[in-house]
């Protein structure tokens, strides 16, 4: 079991930039697949960008050349950098750990991107 927190979702500009933190309350170093994922209102939950034990990365299109997925095992923490947001980058941003027994989730944290 692993529990995830979600940190720094905000209300921002369009343009602007935030930085989500996701702590596990365990070491995510054996925890091959990480990543964050987002759900606006109305819509099914969506993959932003992943990231394994590797280093290796995977971006959903729409946001590639704006986020940065990053993750710190020392800290037991997943990092997402989103610089250039749009208004449709309005979601709750949600943490993901896929571990041999199954998917754990975080709560997640609300980005609000405003015209």
């Known amino acids: 079991q692993v529990q995830l927190v979600e940190s720094g979702g905000g209300l921002v500009q369009a343009g602007g930039s935030l930085r989500l933190s996701c702590v596990a309350s365990r070491s995510i170093f054996r925890i091959n697949d990480m990543g964050w994922y987002r759900q606006a209102p109305g819509t099914q939950r969506e993959m932003v960008a992943t990231i394994t034990s590797g280093g290796s990365t995977t971006y959903a299109d729409s946001v590639k050349g704006r986020f940065t997925i990053s993750r710190d095992n020392a800290k037991n923490t997943v990092y997402l950098q989103m610089n250039l947001l749009k208004p449709e980058d309005t979601a709750v941003y949600y943490c993901?750990?896929?571990?041999?027994?199954?998917?754990?989730w975080g709560r997640g944290t609300q980005v609000t991107v405003s015209s």
């Open positions: 993901k750990a896929s571990t041999p027994y199954g998917p754990h």
